[in-house]
């Protein structure tokens, strides 16, 4: 589905800043020979172009708003990609995001207070605050592993984005999120530089989760699943 999402944006031109060179040739009498072969790799580089347009509306509409979340008022979801909704307006573009999960939430232990003050009775009576490392390790896993760099696989499988340049874009926006209010406070930079710099990230093992007998709708949120280390993607493109 996604695949044939970008593949008619891409038809239909409706990207306005892809440079003339990468937009599809008109129609016409089919290309041969060496024509052929510029025009297949000129609508590939489109295809690629509006890929990659289309990731970053996506950053913008779902991922972010997540992260900024945490980085203002220490709030995590668990955004995983199997429980996010995508409004699309009718070219194809992203314009909202829902997360239907309403038991995956949490406030950081170090943010409790405050939040509170704001709204107060915030989680009481309701197993809401954990240590700000076990909300920090959700975060990561759900938002990011789960879901930003999930749409980034599927993206490439389908052979219509370069998944290097897409970890890249990924890249450039958490860098810029570092500079913003929320990146620039001691907490914020410290999650922005694990998910930027640090060798690992967590990831959950869900099938070891299951053998060893471990049911994750019962179970104490902190030990209800078994999560590992993986190596961090976003490493590998940084400059």
């Known amino acids: 589905m996604l695949a044939e999402i970008i593949t008619s944006l891409t038809r239909r031109g409706t990207s306005a800043t892809r440079p003339a060179a990468t937009r599809p040739a008109a129609a016409g009498s089919a290309p041969t020979g060496s024509a052929a072969t510029g025009s297949a790799a000129a609508s590939h580089a489109a295809t690629t172009t509006v890929a990659g347009e289309w990731y970053g509306q996506y950053l913008r509409v779902l991922i972010l708003p997540v992260l900024d979340l945490y980085l203002r008022r220490g709030v995590g979801l668990e ?3 199997q429980n996010t909704v995508v409004t699309l307006d009718d070219q ?3 314009v909202t995001g829902w ?5 995956g939430y949490y406030l950081a232990a170090s943010r409790a207070e405050a939040a509170r003050h704001e709204v107060p009775g915030l989680g009481d009576g309701l197993p809401a605050v954990f240590d ?3 909300v920090e390790q959700r975060l ?3 938002t990011v592993v789960n879901n930003a760099l999930a749409v980034i696989g599927a993206l490439g499988a389908a052979g219509i984005a370069n998944e290097r ?3 890249a874009q990924l ?3 958490l860098v810029r999120a570092r500079c913003g209010p929320g990146g620039r406070a001691r907490r914020g930079r410290a999650l922005l530089n694990r998910l930027l710099d640090a060798p690992t990230l967590p990831c959950k093992a869900n099938l070891r989760t299951c053998v060893d007998g471990r049911d994750e709708l019962v179970g104490p949120v902190t030990s209800q699943s ?3 280390e993986i190596p961090n993607p976003l490493v590998e493109v940084r400059p």
């Open 92 to 94: 194809g573009w992203p």
């Open 140 to 142: 990561i896993y759900y």
């Open 79 to 81: 955004a995983h990609l």
């Open 165 to 167: 340049a897409l970890l």
């Open 132 to 134: 700000d490392a076990l």
């Open 226 to 228: 078994i999560y590992v």
């Open 99 to 103: 997360f239907r999960d309403s038991q």
């Open 171 to 173: 890249r450039a926006e």
